[in-house]
């Protein structure tokens, strides 16, 4: 079996660190630590205890046995502390980790129990240990399906999946890169399709879509109450998995069920949906008794046809486009898509300042944590801007008919359309089916290894979204590193 180094996975490419002259004369602690007794979502001592984490303190030397170098290379470390909004963020030092909090009082989710964000985790990759990002949700579900140390990774027999080892229990996720974020549609292990998980007390493999529901209901409750510890986690620890005569799969946790029931196989359309009920329910008796929903709807080959619509997980009422869309002049430079570089006037790296300026005051306007960086999402019509904790623009998608090309690529153009626009672009028109609403993507810059404009370093990624054969959008991003 073919072992391959855990930073060709968990990372969209392959940290480059320069770990040499890392010693332990004293240096000056420019990092800093926090010595109180912090808890997140899963309490701080369960996290330590799951990942086999040590404090790590001064010696009488005033060392620490991790470098603050050592730790200034670590993704998590650089995109919080690191970053420009670091002064609200905080560090527990130990002696193979880093992980970060926002500092108490510092803004959304920084109460008394306040949860871990990520941690940079060190991993032995050919005799050197490197730091490994870890996300928010990896930490949840590490210790909420009691899983453990990370080990391995390993290729499978079938040549298009690998294995992430844990001590008890492994994550599965597909060797192609996913060109979607984590979502319910589209659940995803460091930018790589999960396709399920296993745990040492079952031989089952879990639905990553109910994992990720689980997650996301959790967090969204811990997020309304600014509460981040065990004691008033609403899911609690895993327990087992079941699946029933028809095929529907049921995860059970000590507060909460979480089922999965798909109707309609068999050559015709029909409805996945994705529940959480209270303990007492059990497996579906009484469906309208639930505390959060998902559905959306599949074609005649089981394929989804939109995304999840959900209620009960917190998440914004939809937005009516209607009236922005009615606005957009297909004639003007804010309706056009300029491949790799803009969407209606919006370029990477603007200001929220620069975007209203183009575009005028947004439709709708809301601010989250996606696991590390305070982010807030500018709606205008199909249009959305992302804006990172550091006030930049980092992504902007659209799935508007009416923003194309110069030449009129846009939604409901032929993928074949796409590759000839674009002959050294990568296109999966037999789609991924994995990445759920999307399909499959032509990726025009970017992804497997198609230089962006600014060369071989850009970091910027530009991809035509395919569903069918046929464009259902166009997303440009900054790559994670």
């Known amino acids: 079996m073919n072992v391959r180094s855990l930073s060709s996975l968990l990372a969209i490419a392959p940290l480059t660190l320069s770990l040499g002259a890392v010693g332990c004369s004293q240096e000056a602690d420019d990092v800093g630590d926090d010595e109180e007794a912090i808890v997140g979502a899963e309490d701080l001592k369960t996290l330590e205890k799951e990942l086999s984490l040590t404090r790590d303190v001064k010696d009488k030397k005033g060392n620490y046995a991790r470098s603050n170098a050592t730790i200034k290379t670590g993704a998590c470390y650089t995109k919080t502390r690191g970053g420009k909004d670091g002064a609200s963020y905080e560090i527990l030092r130990y002696t193979n980790a ?21 941690m940079d985790l060190d991993l032995d990759i050919g005799g050197t240990n490197v730091p490994q990002y870890v996300g928010r949700a990896q930490l949840d579900t590490i210790v909420r399906f009691h899983l ?45 399709a999960l396709l399920g998980i296993t ?12 994992v990720s529901l689980a ?20 899911v609690g620890k895993f327990l087992s998995v079941e699946v029933d005569a028809q095929k529907n799969e049921h995860l059970h946790f000590e507060r909460v069920d979480v089922h999965r ?78 491949v790799a570089k803009s969407v209606r006037g919006i370029k990477l790296n603007m200001t929220k300042e620069q975007v209203i300026a183009i575009l005028g005051p947004a439709d709708k306007a809301q601010s989250w944590y996606n696991e590390i960086t305070f982010v807030t999402d500018l709606h205008y019509g199909l249009t959305e801007v992302q804006i990172d904790g550091n006030g930049l623009v980092f992504d902007v ?21 796409v590759e000839a626009a674009f002959p050294n672009g990568d296109c999966d028109k037999a789609g991924f089916k994995l990445t759920g609403i999307y399909g499959s993507s032509c990726w025009t810059h970017g992804y497997a290894g198609i230089e962006g404009p600014g060369g071989a370093d850009d970091r910027q990624w530009s991809a035509f979204d395919l569903f069918h054969g046929k464009v259902t959008g166009y997303r440009l991003f900054t790559r994670e590193d």
């Open 261 to 338: 029931v798909v109707t309609g196989e068999g050559g015709s359309s029909g409805v996945d949906t994705i529940t959480i009920t209270p303990k007492s329910v059990g497996n579906l008796k009484n469906p309208d008794q639930t505390i959060a929903s998902c559905e959306r709807a599949l074609d005649e080959d089981g394929d989804p046809t939109e995304k999840f619509d959900c209620t009960g997980l917190g998440t914004p009422n939809p937005i009516s486009t209607k009236t922005s869309e009615a606005k957009i002049d297909p004639n003007a430079a804010t309706s056009k898509i300029v």
């Open 199 to 210: 745990t040492s007390g079952s031989k089952k493999v879990i639905d990553p879509t109910l």
């Open 98 to 118: 880093t992980a970060v909090l926002k500092k108490q009082g510092s803004g959304l989710s920084s109460g008394e129990a306040r949860p871990v964000l990520c």
């Open 397 to 417: 998608s659209t799935t508007s008919p009416k923003v194309r090309t110069a030449k009129g690529l846009g939604v409901g153009t032929a993928a074949t359309e």
């Open 148 to 192: 453990g140390r990370i080990g391995q990774i390993s290729d499978r027999a079938d040549g298009k999946t690998s294995t992430v080892a844990f001590e008890r229990g492994s994550y599965i996720v597909a060797l192609e890169q996913s060109p979607g974020a984590d979502s319910l549609d589209n659940p995803s292990w460091r930018s790589r």
């Open 215 to 234: 997650y996301r209901y959790a967090w969204n409750s811990a997020v309304g109450r600014d509460q981040f510890d065990a004691a008033s986690d609403p």
